[in-house]
Nanobody
Framework: QLAESGGGLVQAGDSLRLSCLAS????????VGWFRQAPGKEREYVGA????????YYTDSVKGRYTFYRDNDKNTVYLEINSLKPEATAVYYC????????????????WGQGTQVTVSS
C-alpha cells in the first residue's frame, strides 16, 4: 500500500529525491512520515508532512537539508535531501497515519518496504 523508490548509490554532496507512492485509500487524509535506519542502528524518525501538505515537521538532525512535499493528484510524497553526507547512508522508509493535531505523535499504521540510500565519500 506504500512503496518507496529513488534510492541508490550517490556521492557526498549530491542531492537525491525519494518518492513514496501510496494507494488512494491510504493517501487521503493521512499524514506521511519518513524514517531512516542506518546500519546497526535503530530506526529514526526524521519528520512528516500533513495530509494537505500545508504542515511539515523536521527533526533537528535533518532540518535545513531535508524537504518534504506531496502531490496528492499522484498519491505521492517526496523527500528531497540536499548536500548528502556519508552518515545519511540508511534504508529510508515512509509511513502513513492519521494526525490528531501534530506531526510528532502519530500512530503509523501503514509502512513501505524501504529504499536503500548509500552515500560514498
Amino acid at each position: 500500500q506504500l512503496a518507496e523508490s529513488g534510492g541508490g548509490l550517490v556521492q557526498a554532496g549530491d542531492s537525491l529525491r525519494l518518492s513514496c507512492l501510496a494507494s488512494a485509500g491510504i493517501f487521503t487524509r493521512y499524514a506521511v512520515g519518513w524514517f531512516r535506519q542506518a546500519p546497526g542502528k535503530e530506526r529514526e524518525y526524521v519528520g512528516a508532512i500533513g495530509w494537505s501538505g500545508g504542515s511539515t515537521y523536521y527533526t533537528d538532525s535533518v532540518k535545513g537539508r531535508y524537504t518534504f512535499y506531496r502531490d496528492n493528484d499522484k498519491n505521492t510524497v517526496y523527500l528531497e535531501i540536499n548536500s548528502l553526507k556519508p552518515e545519511a547512508t540508511a534504508v529510508y522508509y515512509c509511513a502513513a497515519g492519521v494526525s490528531h493535531g501534530n506531526l510528532v505523535s502519530i500512530y503509523w499504521a501503514h509502512w513501505g518496504q524501504g529504499t536503500q540510500v548509500t552515500v560514498s565519500s
